[in-house]
């Protein structure tokens, strides 16, 4: 019990420590998990938050798309193929972690 209280402050710390950026690649790898478990509640909350996540005002197009793609794997994730949804997250995360990489560079 004691190491599950440490591992879950561990977590806790990680996430409130981590930039927006890596927030959202976690985000990811939880969804990319969810889908090989074919964990369809797991996927479905990972979903819902990325889509809370976006700021469609100032993100424009590329926001929008986000949230376009977003809806599709909710709506398939009910009945759909996980792998799709799998593909389509992993996908995502590895271009999303060079966005942040190049932006961590640069500043």
């Not at 190491?3 to 976690?26: C, D, G, H, M, W």
């Not at 909350?45 to 700021?55: F, M, N, R, Y």
Request: charged share 25%.
């Amino acid at each position: 019990m004691a190491a599950r209280n440490r591992f879950n402050s561990y977590q806790t710390q990680a996430v409130l420590s981590a930039s927006p950026e890596q927030l959202v690649i976690k985000l990811y790898d939880l969804g990319v998990a969810a889908c090989h478990r074919e964990d369809r509640h797991k996927l479905r909350a990972v979903l819902k938050e990325l889509i809370g996540s976006l700021d469609l005002d100032a993100g424009g197009e590329i926001a929008g798309r986000l949230y376009s793609l977003y809806v599709f794997c909710m709506d398939q994730s009910s009945t759909g193929d996980l792998e799709v949804i799998g593909e389509l997250l992993d996908g995502l995360r590895e271009a999303f972690r060079g966005v942040a990489e190049k932006a961590t560079r640069a500043a």
